[in-house]
């Protein structure tokens, strides 16, 4: 099922069988689920589970972090914001991945060179965040914002499927 999908990558990323996508699939579900309920669902043993986990840590092919609602923990505003770029993309995209509002920067191709997520406290954050410095940033020729109102689905289940 997952072969046609997986021998479809590039050179550069980690070939990964089917056990190796069984036990990410897993931990998607609970990162914290112990390696020995892994091996068991999976067919290994919790010596080989935890040997497969590091190198596919190693790697990069995953991270196993908390995710947290941003509104429990006093982030009331989120906003996707489409960003118009003069020059060099990459140079715009790394001094907005620097900054700790942005949670998610992809340069992008259509409408808009970028898309930024940024996570604010409330509306004088956010737009303390987009006019005094994503704009300042060189290269900034406009951006556009769209303001989150309800948050209907987050997935981090790609991957597996």
Known sequence: MHSEHVASRSADTPHL?????????QLQEDG????????????????????????LLDQGVMQIVAVTDPLTVGFRRQAMVGVNVEGDVEDV??????????????MTAGSFDLMV??????DDHLLEVINKR??????VRSTESFVYLKLKKQTYMWGTR
């Open 134 to 139: 994503m704009r300042a940033v060189p290269g």
């Open 93 to 106: 995209a790394d001094a907005l991945s620097a900054m700790s509002e942005c949670e998610y920067v992809v």
């Open 17 to 25: 069988d089917a056990v190796s996508l069984a036990i990410i699939e």
């Open 32 to 55: 914290r689920r112990p390696y020995a309920a892994i091996g068991k669902a999976v067919g290994l043993s919790e010596a080989a589970v935890r040997q497969r986990v590091q190198k």
């Open 117 to 122: 997520e940024i996570v604010c406290e409330d």
